[in-house]
């Protein structure tokens, strides 16, 4: 079994801590994406697991066993890095039975394992060539599989899409969750991509400033954010985020104006009792504006851009000195047009108060 578990993992450089006290278990066979900004620690937390950072404080079983004295060889994890990391002047072949020969395994299964990965990853015919020779795809493919050759318990991988372009990126994207289903492997991914983490996660950890701010599946967290910082980092294009204030108060509900066009009035139910004058966040998805009228107010923005993609149109507009992205079915005159009226509907639409904390 390759369950892991963080209780209370704590880093720290020197005097300063980056890693405050996460938690998280990962459940055998489960495919997890760490995401968040640049600093944010999700690679220093990858790292601590494979063993190639001191954890400060905290325990971190791999298989229900305590691992954070385990040397990284001895841990049942192989990590795939964003650099490759292949030896250059090695054969493809040579590559993937490097670790596997320098560990003394039996000439005969490293053999079936190599063939194995090959067969598994399509790079039969590569099995000769060296780094060099090779695509940025196929490089990736071999730096995979030379994780896969290890067998090991738990596949780590640091961004290891990044120095792709697009294309490539979507077609091995498609290849490692093919490759997840078929191994079965506990798998934890680090990514700053929101395609990559929302296409490849059974659940995906956001992190901000060395804190998990929540984990869950995909789907819970783009539609179910716990804060403001979540609901702007999960989703692309990013939430729409719009000032306001509370200019009315009832048991269980609220009427905000925004501040960049204060005739836009909303009544919007909440939990906790918030005061009139109170400075709030209206937060709404480019897809969830309606059409003019079909909503629950009105507002009208000016269009800057409009960026045409067969079916829908993103529409980059502004009212006041707010910016917002609209997402609308296909529509070639919106660029042709100063202003455009959406409608606001109360039901696909949040509220955050001063510090991000979600009131509805």
Known sequence: MAELSLSNIVKRFGGFEIIHGANLEVK?????????????GKSTLLRMIAGLEDITSGELRIGGRVVNDVEPADRGIAMVFQSYALYPHLTVEENLSFGLRMNGNPKADTERRVRHVSEILQIAELMKRRPKQLSGGQRQRVAIGRAIVREPEVFLFDEPLSNLDAELRVQMRVEISRLHKQLGTTMIYVTHDQTEAMTLADRIVV????????IGAPLDLYDDPANQFVA???????????????????????????????????????????????????????????????GDADLVVSIDVAEHLGNTSYIYAAIGSEQLIIERPESRSAGNRETLTVGLPASHTFLFDGAGRRLR
Do not use: W, Y
């Not at 985020?241 to 905000?256: D, H």
């Not at 066009?261 to 109170?278: F, H, N, Q, S, Y």
């Open 28 to 40: 055998d066979g489960e495919f997890v994406v760490f995401v968040g900004p640049s600093g944010c």
């Open 232 to 294: 702007g980092f999960v989703g692309s294009p990013k939430m729409n985020f719009l000032k306001a204030v509370v200019v009315e108060t009832q048991p269980g509900r609220v009427v905000i104006a925004l501040e960049s066009e204060a005739d836009t009035r909303l009544a919007m139910p909440i939990a906790d009792p918030v005061e009139v004058g109170a400075k709030v966040t209206l937060g709404i998805r480019p897809e969830h504006f309606v059409d003019a009228g079909e």
């Open 207 to 214: 992190l901000r400033a060395g804190n998990i701010e929540q």
